[in-house]
């Protein structure tokens, strides 16, 4: 069967340290994977893409990895801050359809101070 | 403008109710979406449009008719509902379909009750 799998429903960390988040994924050729983050009662908010022949995307203190031999993508925050407190959502573009994005369950990452 | 504003924000329908969604982006994209998110799942695709054409339609409940009247407005047109579709409604855009993508703009959403 085809999931899409976030490592943990919630993670906790120590402000200052980082956050890293794991999406792996099973029966989907995906052609990029992108990832979201969403606050409480708000709509996703698009962070990242990364596309299957890229191994690696940064944006100021987000990092994202794209293994597909492992079908898997790792997402880092360094120097984690309350503020990046949030769920956060990665999603498979597949090849078959540019226009149909599926989500995995998302993790709901707590920053203390 | 870079948003996607949907009203209302919030709205408790009866059974036998009729209502609608709205959904307006002036960002020029020619790709609309209508999902559904439950609490503590993720959203779930509805229907997409694509140049003002209903493309996709993941099999939803015919009590759910959406319309697309221009390139810039997606409207949900909501009847007879239940209430396990109470949940939060969002409403996205992307430049094209089927072009190299570059992520969606989600709005707020509309927080549905069905009562």
């Known amino acids: 069967s085809q999931k899409i799998e976030q490592n943990s429903e919630a993670l906790n960390i120590q402000e200052g340290k980082t956050a890293t988040l794991t999406c792996n994924y099973t029966?989907?050729?995906?052609?990029?994977l992108q990832w979201y983050r969403q606050d409480p009662g708000r709509g996703p908010v698009f962070l990242l893409l990364?596309?299957?022949?890229?191994k690696e995307k940064r944006k100021e203190r987000l990092k994202v990895t794209f293994d597909t031999t492992l079908k898997q993508s790792l997402f880092h925050i360094t120097a984690s801050q309350p503020a990046d407190s949030a769920t956060y959502l990665c999603a498979l573009v597949l090849y078959s359809s540019a226009s149909k994005i599926i989500f995995g369950s998302g993790t709901r990452l707590s920053i203390r101070p | 403008d870079t948003e996607v504003t949907q009203t209302p924000k919030h709205l408790v329908m009866g059974m036998t109710n009729k209502k609608s969604l709205k959904c307006e982006q002036h960002?020029?994209?020619?790709?609309m979406y209508w999902y559904k998110q439950k609490a503590k799942k993720p959203p779930e695709l509805m229907f997409v449009y694509s140049y003002e054409k209903l493309s996709i339609n993941e099999s939803v409940p015919s009590r759910f008719s959406p319309e697309c009247p221009n390139s810039s407005l997606l409207n949900l047109h909501l009847h007879a509902l239940q209430p396990e579709d109470s949940a939060l409604y969002l409403c996205a855009s992307s430049q094209d379909q089927d072009r190299d993508n570059y992520g969606y703009t989600f709005g707020s959403g509309t927080r549905l009750t069905v009562v």
């Open positions: 990364i596309r299957e022949n890229e």
């Open positions: 029966n989907y050729s995906p052609a990029y």
């Open positions: 960002m020029g994209h020619r790709a």
